[in-house]
């Protein structure tokens, strides 16, 4: 078994910063890729940031030079900052954990809203 749990979000208003949180804990020996992805009302859920083991990353480009995403790796945890937030931030932020490269787990998500 293997949870992953998000935590941090919240209300903000626009132009502020939040941190965002993502512990993995469980049967697992290590965790591969780590990322954040979110899903906002009546869309798609999309890609925000990834990072390899290894602390390579990867954004999509709405979130470059806004959004650091980092990790823990003794901690088994991932962290997504939030700066310049926009009101199209706004969503449901979900972690995804790769244990091996078929093997991955998704959190219960936590939301995000950002006001104008």
């Known amino acids: 078994q293997v949870q992953v749990m998000e935590s941090g979000g919240g209300l903000v208003q626009a132009g502020g910063s939040l941190r965002l949180s993502c512990a993995a804990a469980?049967?697992?020996?290590?965790?591969?890729?780590m990322g954040w992805y979110r899903q906002a009302p009546g869309k798609q859920r999309e890609l925000v940031a990834t990072?390899?083991?290894?602390?390579?990353?990867n954004y999509a480009d709405y979130v470059k030079a806004r959004f650091t995403i980092s990790r823990d790796n003794a901690k088994n945890t991932v962290y997504l900052h939030m700066n310049s937030l926009k009101p199209e931030d706004t969503a449901v932020y979900y972690c995804?954990?790769?244990?091996?490269?078929?093997?991955?787990?998704w959190g219960r998500g936590t939301q995000v809203t950002v006001s104008s």
């Open positions: 469980g049967s697992f020996f290590s965790i591969n890729d």
């Open positions: 990072i390899t083991r290894g602390g390579s990353t």
């Open positions: 995804k954990i790769s244990v091996t490269v078929v093997l991955t787990y």
